[in-house]
């Protein structure tokens, strides 16, 4: 059974702290990760999409980065604005996006 | 602007009564999509339409509904309400095969 699991489930930084969402998956046949962004009261912003293992999309203070079972989500230098829940999702061949669920960021002033 | 549309935002029902959450999208796509989204469990696939006139059971489908009205428009009915459906449903939609969703900003529904 496909399965997407998320670490840490909430997560709090100081402003500038930087560190890294997880996001493992026990896909066979993945054909791409999705990286989203989902403010309170909101639905969820697309952020990244990956497609093999070594790549990696960057924007902003966001890079996100795929291996063969994971891939992580890095925050440089957050601000409060990043505040969000963050959630990844993966697809595979005739099957639909499993979502993860979720982690809950907290960045303070 | 481009996107997805839901209505309503908020929706109280007691139980048994039914009602329908409309979406529609302006973005083209073929693929609609209804999601459910309840704490801790993600976003959980009730029902999607590949194309204009098909539709499938997703995960989740039971005291569901759909209809796939035209291109733009991706209805979802629940005919006897229940408080287990008490949740946030987004509707979604993608543009290709192996393509990200663009999601709705959903509807808040609760259940007394």
């Known amino acids: 059974e496909d399965q997407v699991t998320q670490s840490p489930e909430a997560l709090r930084l100081q402003e500038g702290e930087s560190s890294s969402l997880n996001c493992s998956y026990t896909v066979s046949g993945l054909r791409g990760l999705f990286w989203y962004r989902q403010d309170p009261g909101k639905g969820p912003e697309f952020l990244f999409t990956l497609y093999s293992a070594g790549e990696e999309k960057e924007k902003e203070r966001l890079k996100a980065t795929l291996t063969k079972k994971e891939s992580f989500l890095h925050i440089t230098a957050p601000k409060p604005e990043d505040s969000a829940t963050y959630l990844c999702?993966?697809?595979?061949?005739?099957?639909?996006?499993?979502f993860g669920p979720g982690t809950r960021l907290s960045v303070l002033p | 602007n481009a996107g997805v549309t839901q209505t309503p935002k908020f929706q109280v029902l007691k139980t048994g009564q039914s009602m329908t959450l409309q979406c529609a999208q302006d973005m083209n796509h073929n693929s609609m999509y209804w999601y459910r989204q309840d704490p801790g469990m993600g976003l959980r696939l009730i029902y999607y339409s590949a194309s204009e006139g098909t539709t499938d059971k997703g995960e989740v489908p039971n005291g569901y509904n759909v209809s796939r009205l035209n291109k733009r428009e991706f209805s979802l009915r629940l005919e006897s309400a229940a408080p287990s459906q008490t949740s946030v449903y987004f509707c979604a939609t993608t543009g290709g095969l192996f393509t990200p969703l663009h999601f709705g900003n959903g509807t808040r529904l609760t259940v007394t």
């Open positions: 999702a993966v697809i595979r061949n005739g099957q639909n996006f499993v």
